[in-house]
């Protein structure tokens, strides 16, 4: 499954950053904040983990390991994630 969200601005999800916190053995939080956002949003928790790619105006967050590894590459990135 992979989910994506298009920003109207031409990089407005570069702009956003994701806080990961693990708040117990199957409970991951996720905060994400940026000056896009009009209103707070509410943290995300999760049983798996979740993985984020953030690229130009796209928003993509996938439940898969590898899928994120696929479309980060296909972009360009690198995993930077420190979990």
Do not use: C
């Not at 702009?15 to 707070?40: C, F, M, N, V």
């Not at 983990?49 to 439940?63: D, K, R, S």
């Amino acid at each position: 499954m992979v989910e994506i969200v298009v920003f109207p601005g031409s990089t407005d999800a570069e702009q956003l950053s994701i806080t990961y916190t693990k708040d117990g053995p199957s409970r991951h939080r996720y905060r994400i904040e940026g000056p896009i956002l009009t209103a707070p949003t509410p943290d995300i928790y999760a049983a798996a983990p979740e993985y984020f790619t953030l690229y130009q105006n796209w928003f993509i967050e996938t439940l898969d390991p590898d899928l994120e590894v696929s479309i980060k590459r296909i972009f360009g990135q690198t995993n930077r994630s420190t979990r």
